[in-house]
């Protein structure tokens, strides 16, 4: 009898579908996976030790570049920490305008997750569909903080300056005719605020063109049902959050169960899976984008008839305006201890956790009285998962592989920080 043993696998790192870092090794019968062991090259960012190093205020840009699909929801949760310890709160229009970024931060993320999902598995299409909304909504990220992905936008006590009156708006050029123009900037007349409404107006048949491309499309179904099944209880067991512990049939939204921001204020509603499969995720995250939608369109509707100060009028945490840094001998002492030693905080701890795209992004923050942390722990959503993807491959063919690392949406710098 000729003697068969199992072979072993490399996949990635250089793999399209591992995302650039990812190396699995996997030990295969046939093409059968019996063991998957991910290891993350090449990668390891310090974040948490950088931040211990630095002043408070000057490691929220570090935020933005961990899980860097969901910039704003990872530095609302280190300025809530923040918050939390000084004892502060921002007016109640920077909440409104935090919980509206947090949510087209939440349609930007699951925008890229679709479309990188689908070209893993071979659905081509979507990919070009998708990054039409995200470049609108990139110009969103553009008007109001002058950059495209890290933003920097959240400050402990509010954010750094209110929404403008204007959208950017697209030059002549030899290649645009004046009508070509004029229709390129229909939508851009207006506020920042109007071009919001004017994409939450639209981006509900943007998500039905999606759906017609791939929801009852056969290949897509026969890629991902029954693939990567979790239950309930098991994705409980192992702490897996966000669409990944929804899409099991549990209804746990951090929004809702412990409300931040503006989010008691707002209607929505949680989406839930039922069979714990990639297509059960699919699902629940496509119904995230119409309700994240549904969040953004009422606080566009808040912001309009509510004004008020974006920031506390603190100095010892706030910097003065500019007009004022410029006029006011006082108020530039603020501007420049602010900036070079920041503030300090009094001895304690916190636990501040955002219901990000991915799951539960949470910054876990002690100090000692210093103007820097003690010790920083971030508490990614996506290391969960990762830590799952032996058990959710086992058993399956070496190409479902690469539909559930699609499903669980990893992206690398949040779980190797």
């Not at 990635?12 to 996976?33: C, F, N, S, T, W």
């Not at 030790?49 to 969901?70: H, V």
């Not at 509603?269 to 039922?274: A, T």
Request: hydrophobic letters at 40%.
């Amino acid at each position: 009898m000729p003697e068969i043993r199992n072979m072993t696998l490399n996949f990635g790192p250089q793999h399209p579908a591992a995302h650039g870092v990812l190396r699995l090794i996997l030990e295969m019968d046939g093409e059968v996976i019996e063991r998957a062991d991910p290891h993350i090259g090449l990668l390891h960012r310090a974040t948490e030790k950088l931040a211990e190093t630095k002043p408070f205020n000057q490691s929220i840009g570090y935020m933005d570049r961990l899980d860097y699909m969901s910039m704003m929801c990872n530095e609302h949760a280190y300025v809530r920490a923040i918050e939390n310890l000084l004892g502060i709160e921002a007016p109640i229009r920077a909440q409104y305008i935090r919980t509206m970024f947090d949510e087209i931060t939440r349609i930007l993320n699951h925008l890229l997750w679709l479309a990188a999902h689908g070209l893993d598995i071979g659905a081509m299409t979507v990919f070009l569909y998708t990054f039409r909304e995200r470049e609108d909504l990139f110009d969103v990220y553009e008007a109001v903080t002058g950059a495209r992905m890290h933003a920097c936008y959240y400050r402990p006590g509010g954010v750094y300056r209110d929404l403008p009156d204007s959208m950017p708006r697209y030059e002549p050029s030899a290649w645009r005719n004046e009508k070509v123009l004029k229709d390129l900037n229909r939508n851009r007349e207006g506020s920042v605020l109007d071009f919001i409404e004017d994409f939450t107006a639209r981006f509900p048949a943007c998500v039905d063109e999606y759906e017609t491309l791939l929801t009852d499309n056969r290949i897509w179904k026969q890629r991902t049902v029954d693939i990567g099944i979790v239950d309930a209880e098991r994705a409980i067991q192992l702490g897996f959050s966000g669409a990944m512990l929804r899409g099991s049939g549990v209804e746990w939204d951090v929004r809702k169960k412990e409300p931040y921001a503006a989010y008691d204020r707002v209607d929505f509603d949680i989406p839930v899976g039922v069979n714990g499969d990639c297509y059960a995720r699919y699902l629940v995250r496509i119904e995230e984008m119409r309700q994240a939608n549904r969040i953004v369109k009422q606080c566009v509707d808040w912001l309009r008839v509510n004004p008020g100060p974006v920031m506390l009028d603190d100095h010892k945490v706030a910097p003065p305006s500019r007009e004022n840094m410029k006029e006011d001998m006082e108020a530039l002492i603020h501007h420049f201890k602010l900036f070079t030693e920041g503030y300090c905080i009094p001895p304690g701890e916190t636990y501040s956790a955002v219901e990000a795209p991915k799951g539960e992004f949470g910054i876990y923050l002690v100090t000692d009285g210093a103007n820097k942390p003690y010790r920083m722990h971030i508490r990614a959503p996506g290391f969960a998962h990762l830590a799952a993807l032996d058990e959710m491959t086992r058993g399956h063919m070496l190409a479902d592989v690469v539909a559930i690392i699609g499903t669980q949406d990893i992206v690398f710098g949040e779980v190797d920080r």
